[in-house]
């Protein structure tokens, strides 16, 4: 195991190599700039600009430079918000998005493993219908009409809960979290209640679950010490890439119950052509999917001892 766990990190690196080389002429050879406008900008100014950021230089130049700077943990000036470099813009804004994330998906997995059980276990029952019919919404309604609607219930008619904020800047309270997290966490908790169920129901029906009913096993150990192994598998496997596309934000929710996230960078640096910037958020992704993806194959060993690496 030991072998094979620092192989993959040694294999993250050519990945995350070719993510930047790849994103890096990707968003420069797409039309625009940074500094393109409704109003051109004089041919002088903007030759001192390019200058200063060196982008007067070859493109090959400015990807060795370019990489360079990453390797030393320096993702560049952002050449839209104006004295801010990209990591204060990312690691800022990043430890909000993974408490929400975090919350969210804890959320997530509580009542979707929980209820996903249950459903299995009580298959073609009201307890069956009934989750997996909230699982069904999940999976249809999208988050931008989920968000207003917990906001119209919960903060506009019920006033229960705010509208809108965050209780990381010290001005509110915790209850701010509230609708953003089960705002967040509807569409993952469907995809885990399903997979829970039709795992469950798999795993139930395998020889060694019948094997243990014969032998006079209480219904509890046979679930929980038995088949909640083999039918946790999905869900890690799922979780890897679920958990870094959730820490690293939601666009949608962030904006309607304004958190102070790193979702709103993902569009908003397309928009500016902020070429530093998108590139910056494509690597704190995609790092953070790649380490995920690591850890899911250690867990999938630990869950099931039939799995070696080599």
Request: charged share 15%.
């Amino acid at each position: 195991m030991s072998k094979y766990i620092i192989k993959r990190l040694i294999g993250m690196i050519p990945t995350l190599l070719v993510i930047v080389t790849l994103s890096f002429f990707i968003v420069r050879i797409a039309p625009g700039g940074p500094f393109d406008g409704e109003r051109a900008l004089p041919e002088v100014i903007k030759r001192n600009i390019e200058a200063k950021y060196h982008m007067d230089e070859p493109l090959i130049q400015q990807y060795g430079r370019y990489l360079f700077d990453v390797l030393r943990g320096d993702l560049g000036p952002s050449y839209k918000y104006k004295d801010h470099d990209v990591n204060s813009l990312i690691f800022n804004s990043l430890p909000n998005s993974i408490i929400l994330g975090c919350m969210a998906m804890a959320v997530a997995l509580v009542f979707g493993i929980s209820l996903g059980i249950t459903a299995a276990l009580k298959q073609n029952t009201v307890l069956d219908y009934v989750p997996m019919a909230l699982a069904a919404l999940g999976l249809s309604i999208p988050l931008f009409v989920v968000g207003p609607l917990l906001q119209y219930i919960f903060a506009m008619q019920l006033k229960i809960l705010p509208t809108s904020g965050w209780f990381m800047d010290g001005e509110t309270t915790f209850a701010t979290a509230v609708l953003p997290v089960v705002s967040l966490s509807f569409a993952y908790y469907a995809d885990v209640a399903r997979l829970t169920r039709s795992s469950m129901l798999e795993t139930l029906r395998s020889d060694y679950i019948r094997t243990a009913k014969a032998k006079g096993m209480k219904q509890s150990t046979i679930i929980f010490k038995h088949a909640m192994k083999g039918a946790m598998l999905p869900i890690v496997s799922y979780l890897g890439p679920a958990f870094a596309g959730i820490i690293t934000g939601s666009i949608v929710v962030e904006q309607v119950f304004r958190v102070p996230g790193l979702g709103k960078f993902f569009v908003q640096s397309s928009f500016n052509r902020d070429y530093t910037l998108i590139v910056g958020v494509v690597i704190v992704y995609s790092t953070i999917l790649v380490i995920m993806n690591f850890l899911v194959d250690i867990v999938y060993s630990l869950l099931d001892p039939r799995i070696t690496y080599k």
